[in-house]
């Protein structure tokens, strides 16, 4: 019985450890972060043409910290551009 235990254990760690591997790929990372970033601009997009936040709190963070970063960079350049008269 214990040596049946040790060969589940044994699968089970390697499974995941091969599951852990696929994911900390740098591609596959890269993946990740093109995807979210997409979604993050896509979701500050709907707000900006008035369809609204998303109702998800990861997605709306991230959405409204893009919004913040660019209304930032808005107030800067705008900034800059006043100054300059």
């Not at 499974?15 to 979604?39: V, Y």
């Amino acid at each position: 019985m214990a040596k049946d235990d040790a060969r589940a254990a044994r699968e089970d760690l390697a499974e995941t450890l091969a599951e852990l591997d696929d994911r900390l790929r740098p591609q596959e990372l890269a993946a990740d972060a093109n995807a979210s970033l997409r979604r993050a601009i896509s979701d500050a997009s709907d707000v900006v043409t008035g369809k609204g936040l998303p109702d998800s709190g990861p997605r709306k963070r991230r959405a409204l910290g893009l919004l913040a970063v660019g209304g930032g960079v808005v107030l800067v350049v705008a900034s800059k551009l006043l100054r300059r008269r």
